[in-house]
């Protein structure tokens, strides 16, 4: 990761994730739904750390309710 997102606690967030979503990075849930994945820089410094959840447009409410959970993970740690 570059030095701004790494500086601002990317790295936090990336551990969160692995844990909420049980995987590592460069890996997919078991049931497809998520994948996590990481970019040595994406040109946006005074953004850091930029990131992105996406799920499929199938996933059912209990992949729903995770991606909610993440997110709020997301945001406390972002926020401090």
Do not use: H
């Not at 992105?52 to 740690?77: E, V, W």
């Amino acid at each position: 990761m570059g030095t701004a997102c790494y500086i601002w606690g990317a790295e936090k967030i990336v551990d969160e994730f692995k844990k909420e979503l049980k995987i590592n990075v460069g890996e997919v849930t078991p049931d497809g739904q998520f994948s996590l994945d990481c970019l040595r820089c994406v040109g946006a410094c005074g953004l850091a750390p930029p990131s992105a959840l996406q799920m499929s447009p199938n996933a059912g409410a209990g992949n729903q309710k995770k991606a909610l959970a993440s997110q709020r993970t997301l945001f406390s740690i972002l926020n401090g």
